[in-house]
Structures are given as structure tokens and as C-alpha cells.
């Protein structure tokens, strides 16, 4: 039999904001994580120039390097925190709407996330990204065996 602490902290971890939230901080740190692994794979500065002379020091060639990093970093970031925000929010409101933890939930929070994050490149793009958003979440739910 659980605790009265157990069953505080599980009431707790219920409510849709606070799972917003820890999606929100969560998927921030996966983009940083992301944003500096690939921007520090995002060099397109040449190591030697017409006559084999370098064209950056080694210095400028870091510190390049590092900022490129850091802005996709924050851009990253941005992206993974609105995502994650938006996906576990929304299946927590749709799963407590239906009162029912199904694989449909996963699609409807998928289609609405995808959806939402296209939604500023057309009516076209929210489509594709609804329908390939939800996919990948019934995918995963599925891989996962929820």
C-alpha cells in the first residue's frame, strides 16, 4: 500500500502543467545537447586557403566553432522545449478529456503537436505535420509497448 507521500507526489505529477514543464525543461536540455553536437560538426570554413596558407587561425577557427555551436544550441533548444511542452500537455489534457490511456491519445497529441509546430508554413504543412507527427508517436508508443 503506497504511502500518503507517494500518493501526493503521484496526484502531483498528474496535473498537465507540471508534466508541461518537466517536458518543456527536459526537451531544452536534449536540444542543447543536440545543438552542440551538431554545430560543432557544422564547419564550412575552408583549413587552407589558394596558396595553402590557413585562412582562420587555430583560435579563430574555435571560436567560430563554439559559436556556431551555442547558436544552435539555443535554436535546438527552442525547437525540443516547444515540442515536448506542446506533446505531453496536449495528451495529458486529451487522455483526461477521454478518460481512457490508449494508443489514441498518442495519435491526437501527435497530430495536434505536428500540426502546430507547421501551422506557419500553411495549411499544408500543418497536414503533413499532424499526419507524420501522429504516426511517429503511435510508433513509439508502439516500440515502447504502452
Not at 508534466?19 to 587552407?48: I, K
Not at 587555430?58 to 544552435?72: E, F, R, V
Not at 495528451?91 to 501527435?110: F, T
Amino acid at each position: 500500500m503506497p504511502t500518503p507521500e507517494q500518493l501526493m507526489q503521484e496526484e502531483f505529477m498528474n496535473h498537465c502543467a507540471v508534466r508541461s514543464v518537466m517536458s518543456l525543461v527536459m526537451g531544452g536540455g536534449m536540444g542543447v545537447l543536440m545543438g552542440l553536437v551538431f554545430g560543432t560538426m557544422d564547419n564550412d570554413a575552408p583549413l587552407a586557403g589558394e596558396q595553402g596558407k590557413p585562412t582562420k587561425t587555430a583560435k579563430q577557427q574555435i571560436l567560430a566553432t563554439a559559436k556556431s555551436a551555442g547558436q544552435k544550441s539555443w535554436s535546438y533548444a527552442k525547437t525540443f522545449a516547444a515540442m515536448g511542452a506542446l506533446y505531453s500537455g496536449s495528451e495529458c489534457v486529451i487522455e483526461k478529456a477521454r478518460a481512457k490511456h490508449d494508443i489514441y491519445n498518442s495519435a491526437y497529441a501527435g497530430c495536434f503537436t505536428g500540426g502546430a509546430l507547421a501551422a506557419r508554413a500553411g495549411w499544408q504543412a500543418a497536414g503533413i505535420g499532424c499526419a507524420s507527427f501522429a504516426a511517429f508517436s503511435v510508433m513509439i508508443d508502439k516500440v515502447l509497448d504502452h
